[in-house]
T-cell receptor
Framework: NAGVMQNPRHLVRRRGQEARLRCSPM?????VYWYRQLPEEGLKFMVY????????ESGMPKERFSAEFPKEGPSILRIQQVVRGDSAAYFC?????????????FGSGTQLSVL | AQKVTQAQTEISVVEKEDVTLDCVYE???????LFWYKQPPSGELVFLIR??????QNEISGRYSWNFQKSTSSFNFTITASQVVDSAVYFC???????????FGAGTRLTVKP
Protein backbone atom coordinates (compact mmCIF):
# COMPACT_ATOMS: atom_id res chain seq x y z
CA ASN A 1 0.00 0.00 0.00
CA ALA A 2 1.78 3.08 -1.26
CA GLY A 3 2.06 6.01 1.07
CA VAL A 4 1.29 9.62 0.32
CA MET A 5 3.09 10.56 -2.89
CA GLN A 6 4.24 14.07 -3.57
CA ASN A 7 5.97 15.37 -6.64
CA PRO A 8 8.20 16.89 -7.51
CA ARG A 9 10.56 16.50 -4.55
CA HIS A 10 12.38 19.65 -5.53
CA LEU A 11 11.04 22.55 -7.58
CA VAL A 12 12.97 25.62 -8.62
CA ARG A 13 11.15 28.65 -9.92
CA ARG A 14 12.10 32.20 -10.75
CA ARG A 15 10.19 35.08 -9.25
CA GLY A 16 6.91 35.60 -11.08
CA GLN A 17 6.56 32.04 -12.32
CA GLU A 18 3.90 29.56 -11.27
CA ALA A 19 4.53 26.55 -9.04
CA ARG A 20 2.35 23.44 -9.10
CA LEU A 21 2.75 20.88 -6.36
CA ARG A 22 1.05 17.50 -6.60
CA CYS A 23 -0.13 15.11 -3.95
CA SER A 24 -1.66 11.68 -4.28
CA PRO A 25 -3.15 10.53 -0.97
CA MET A 26 -2.92 7.04 0.38
CA UNK A 27 -5.32 4.58 -1.20
CA UNK A 28 -8.71 4.85 0.44
CA UNK A 29 -8.05 8.30 1.90
CA UNK A 30 -10.38 11.06 0.78
CA UNK A 31 -9.13 13.81 3.11
CA VAL A 32 -6.11 15.85 2.11
CA TYR A 33 -4.23 18.52 4.04
CA TRP A 34 -1.47 20.87 2.91
CA TYR A 35 1.13 22.24 5.31
CA ARG A 36 4.06 24.60 4.83
CA GLN A 37 7.32 24.32 6.71
CA LEU A 38 9.69 27.24 6.84
CA PRO A 39 13.32 26.67 7.90
CA GLU A 40 13.66 25.94 11.63
CA GLU A 41 9.91 26.13 12.10
CA GLY A 42 7.14 23.66 12.59
CA LEU A 43 4.52 22.87 10.02
CA LYS A 44 1.81 25.43 9.44
CA PHE A 45 -1.64 24.37 8.27
CA MET A 46 -2.72 25.79 4.93
CA VAL A 47 -5.80 24.02 3.61
CA TYR A 48 -7.98 20.95 4.05
CA UNK A 49 -9.81 19.37 1.13
CA UNK A 50 -12.07 16.49 0.40
CA UNK A 51 -12.78 15.24 -3.11
CA UNK A 52 -13.93 18.23 -5.18
CA UNK A 53 -14.38 20.43 -2.12
CA UNK A 54 -12.29 22.90 -0.16
CA UNK A 55 -13.40 22.45 3.43
CA UNK A 56 -11.05 24.76 5.31
CA GLU A 57 -8.61 27.22 3.76
CA SER A 58 -8.11 29.35 6.84
CA GLY A 59 -4.33 28.94 6.68
CA MET A 60 -3.97 29.80 3.05
CA PRO A 61 -2.67 33.21 1.98
CA LYS A 62 -5.49 35.19 0.41
CA GLU A 63 -3.66 35.90 -2.80
CA ARG A 64 -1.69 33.81 -5.29
CA PHE A 65 -2.35 30.49 -3.54
CA SER A 66 -5.04 28.00 -4.51
CA ALA A 67 -5.70 24.31 -4.01
CA GLU A 68 -7.88 21.69 -5.55
CA PHE A 69 -8.64 18.02 -5.15
CA PRO A 70 -10.51 16.88 -8.26
CA LYS A 71 -12.65 13.82 -8.53
CA GLU A 72 -9.94 12.14 -10.52
CA GLY A 73 -6.25 12.72 -10.03
CA PRO A 74 -4.04 14.20 -7.39
CA SER A 75 -4.54 17.22 -5.21
CA ILE A 76 -2.78 20.32 -6.56
CA LEU A 77 -1.38 23.24 -4.62
CA ARG A 78 -0.84 26.12 -7.00
CA ILE A 79 1.21 29.21 -6.28
CA GLN A 80 1.02 31.98 -8.85
CA GLN A 81 3.66 34.67 -9.35
CA VAL A 82 5.99 33.16 -6.79
CA VAL A 83 8.14 35.37 -4.60
CA ARG A 84 11.27 34.52 -2.60
CA GLY A 85 9.21 34.30 0.59
CA ASP A 86 7.35 31.31 -0.87
CA SER A 87 10.53 29.23 -0.61
CA ALA A 88 9.69 26.46 1.83
CA ALA A 89 8.92 22.78 2.13
CA TYR A 90 5.31 21.97 1.34
CA PHE A 91 3.88 18.82 2.85
CA CYS A 92 0.74 16.98 1.97
CA UNK A 93 -1.01 14.64 4.40
CA UNK A 94 -4.03 12.40 4.07
CA UNK A 95 -6.39 10.59 6.38
CA UNK A 96 -9.29 8.17 5.93
CA UNK A 97 -11.56 10.16 8.24
CA UNK A 98 -11.85 13.61 9.70
CA UNK A 99 -13.24 15.23 12.80
CA UNK A 100 -10.08 16.24 14.58
CA UNK A 101 -7.74 13.89 16.32
CA UNK A 102 -7.10 11.81 13.24
CA UNK A 103 -3.66 10.49 12.57
CA UNK A 104 -2.26 12.12 9.46
CA UNK A 105 -0.08 10.29 6.97
CA PHE A 106 2.49 12.61 5.42
CA GLY A 107 4.33 12.62 2.14
CA SER A 108 8.01 13.43 1.78
CA GLY A 109 7.28 17.01 0.83
CA THR A 110 8.16 19.31 -2.06
CA GLN A 111 11.02 21.71 -1.49
CA LEU A 112 10.24 24.89 -3.40
CA SER A 113 13.10 27.26 -4.09
CA VAL A 114 12.39 30.64 -5.62
CA LEU A 115 15.34 32.35 -7.25
CA ALA B 1 -6.47 28.94 20.44
CA GLN B 2 -4.08 26.04 20.48
CA LYS B 3 -0.34 26.31 20.88
CA VAL B 4 2.53 23.87 21.17
CA THR B 5 5.94 24.81 22.53
CA GLN B 6 9.08 22.76 22.10
CA ALA B 7 11.65 24.78 23.95
CA GLN B 8 14.61 22.61 22.96
CA THR B 9 15.74 23.59 19.49
CA GLU B 10 18.62 21.14 19.28
CA ILE B 11 19.87 18.30 21.44
CA SER B 12 23.03 16.32 20.94
CA VAL B 13 23.76 13.08 22.79
CA VAL B 14 26.15 10.19 22.52
CA GLU B 15 24.84 6.79 21.56
CA LYS B 16 23.26 4.79 24.41
CA GLU B 17 22.40 7.89 26.40
CA ASP B 18 18.80 8.52 27.39
CA VAL B 19 17.23 11.71 26.11
CA THR B 20 13.95 13.50 26.84
CA LEU B 21 12.25 15.85 24.41
CA ASP B 22 9.94 18.34 26.03
CA CYS B 23 6.53 19.42 24.77
CA VAL B 24 4.20 21.90 26.43
CA TYR B 25 0.79 22.65 25.01
CA GLU B 26 -1.99 25.18 25.47
CA UNK B 27 -5.66 24.74 24.76
CA UNK B 28 -8.96 25.70 26.32
CA UNK B 29 -10.66 22.59 25.00
CA UNK B 30 -11.22 19.75 27.42
CA UNK B 31 -11.06 17.20 24.63
CA UNK B 32 -7.90 17.24 22.59
CA UNK B 33 -5.31 14.99 20.99
CA LEU B 34 -1.55 15.07 21.24
CA PHE B 35 0.86 13.62 18.72
CA TRP B 36 4.54 13.04 18.17
CA TYR B 37 6.01 12.79 14.69
CA LYS B 38 9.55 12.01 13.61
CA GLN B 39 11.12 13.69 10.56
CA PRO B 40 14.26 11.83 9.50
CA PRO B 41 16.68 13.35 6.97
CA SER B 42 14.58 11.89 4.14
CA GLY B 43 11.95 14.48 5.02
CA GLU B 44 8.82 12.39 5.44
CA LEU B 45 7.02 12.78 8.76
CA VAL B 46 6.54 9.50 10.54
CA PHE B 47 3.75 9.09 13.06
CA LEU B 48 4.91 7.90 16.48
CA ILE B 49 2.00 8.24 18.89
CA ARG B 50 -1.41 9.79 19.48
CA UNK B 51 -2.85 10.39 22.94
CA UNK B 52 -6.27 11.78 23.81
CA UNK B 53 -6.83 14.11 26.74
CA UNK B 54 -8.76 11.56 28.76
CA UNK B 55 -6.01 9.02 28.78
CA UNK B 56 -3.14 10.07 31.02
CA GLN B 57 -1.59 6.66 31.12
CA ASN B 58 2.02 6.76 30.16
CA GLU B 59 3.01 4.63 27.22
CA ILE B 60 6.09 2.64 26.40
CA SER B 61 6.96 1.25 23.00
CA GLY B 62 10.35 -0.40 22.92
CA ARG B 63 12.94 2.29 23.62
CA TYR B 64 10.33 5.05 23.33
CA SER B 65 8.17 6.26 26.19
CA TRP B 66 5.80 9.17 26.63
CA ASN B 67 4.86 11.01 29.80
CA PHE B 68 1.53 12.85 29.59
CA GLN B 69 0.80 15.19 32.52
CA LYS B 70 -2.30 17.35 32.29
CA SER B 71 -1.36 19.20 35.49
CA THR B 72 1.64 20.72 33.72
CA SER B 73 0.21 20.56 30.17
CA SER B 74 3.15 18.51 29.06
CA PHE B 75 3.61 15.52 26.81
CA ASN B 76 7.28 14.63 26.97
CA PHE B 77 9.01 11.99 24.90
CA THR B 78 11.93 9.90 26.15
CA ILE B 79 14.25 7.75 24.09
CA THR B 80 16.15 5.21 26.13
CA ALA B 81 19.56 3.99 25.01
CA SER B 82 19.56 6.27 21.99
CA GLN B 83 20.91 5.09 18.64
CA VAL B 84 22.34 6.93 15.66
CA VAL B 85 19.18 6.08 13.69
CA ASP B 86 17.19 8.14 16.18
CA SER B 87 18.78 11.28 14.74
CA ALA B 88 15.92 13.34 13.32
CA VAL B 89 13.69 16.31 13.99
CA TYR B 90 10.85 15.45 16.34
CA PHE B 91 7.59 17.35 16.32
CA CYS B 92 4.92 17.51 18.95
CA UNK B 93 1.43 18.42 17.72
CA UNK B 94 -2.02 19.20 19.11
CA UNK B 95 -5.48 18.90 17.60
CA UNK B 96 -9.02 19.32 18.88
CA UNK B 97 -12.28 17.80 17.60
CA UNK B 98 -13.85 19.39 14.54
CA UNK B 99 -10.71 21.38 13.85
CA UNK B 100 -8.72 20.72 10.71
CA UNK B 101 -5.68 22.67 11.85
CA UNK B 102 -3.23 20.38 13.63
CA UNK B 103 -0.85 22.70 15.49
CA PHE B 104 2.79 21.73 15.45
CA GLY B 105 5.62 22.81 17.68
CA ALA B 106 8.78 24.16 16.08
CA GLY B 107 10.49 20.80 16.46
CA THR B 108 13.56 19.52 18.29
CA ARG B 109 16.53 18.41 16.24
CA LEU B 110 18.09 15.38 17.90
CA THR B 111 21.59 14.31 16.93
CA VAL B 112 22.89 11.03 18.27
CA LYS B 113 26.63 10.64 17.85
CA PRO B 114 28.33 7.24 17.70
Amino acid sequence: NAGVMQNPRHLVRRRGQEARLRCSPMKGHSHVYWYRQLPEEGLKFMVYLQKENIIDESGMPKERFSAEFPKEGPSILRIQQVVRGDSAAYFCASSPRTGGGEKLFFGSGTQLSVL
Amino acid sequence: AQKVTQAQTEISVVEKEDVTLDCVYETRDTTYYLFWYKQPPSGELVFLIRRNSFDEQNEISGRYSWNFQKSTSSFNFTITASQVVDSAVYFCALNVPNNNDMRFGAGTRLTVKP
